[in-house]
Nanobody, 128 residues
Framework: QVQLVESGGGSVQAGGSLRISCEAS????????MAWFRQAPGKEREGVAC???????TYADSVKGRFTISQDNAEKNLYLLMDSLKSEDSATYYC??????????????????????WGQGTQVTVSS
């Protein structure tokens, strides 16, 4: 089993930056893909960014050039640095992990169905 715990969410003004973290434990070392998803009220959960074991990254078009995903393989922590934040980035952000290489799923509708391990989420609110 894999446990994922997000932290670092909060409120920030538009144009600002925020870094959120995900601490992985349990059988985290056999996870080949780790990702961030988000869900705003009344909307479907959508993929934001993903990183695989070889540090190859995938981003949703809406965050390219503004968000940076990274991981600390030794500690199995996942991070998301969010710059130039917009009000439309407001959502609950979820950390996800998979033993398969499935970063491609963050760019397709319903891609979250492929992921087996989830954190409880952390709220990010961007005020304009």
């Amino acid at each position: 089993q894999v446990q994922l715990v997000e932290s670092g969410g909060g409120s920030v003004q538009a144009g600002g930056s925020l870094r959120i973290s995900c601490e992985a434990s349990g059988n985290a070392y056999n996870q080949r893909s780790m990702a961030w998803f988000r869900q705003a009220p009344g909307k479907e959960r959508e993929g934001v960014a993903c990183i695989d074991r070889d540090d190859k990254t995938t981003y949703a078009d809406s965050v390219k050039g503004r968000f940076t995903i990274s991981q600390d393989n030794a500690e199995k922590n996942l991070y998301l640095l969010m710059d130039s934040l917009k009000s439309e980035d407001s959502a609950t952000y979820y950390c996800a992990a998979s033993a398969a290489r499935i970063c491609w799923t963050i760019t397709v509708a319903g891609g979250d169905q492929h992921w087996g391990h989830w954190g409880q989420g952390t709220q990010v609110t961007v005020s304009s």
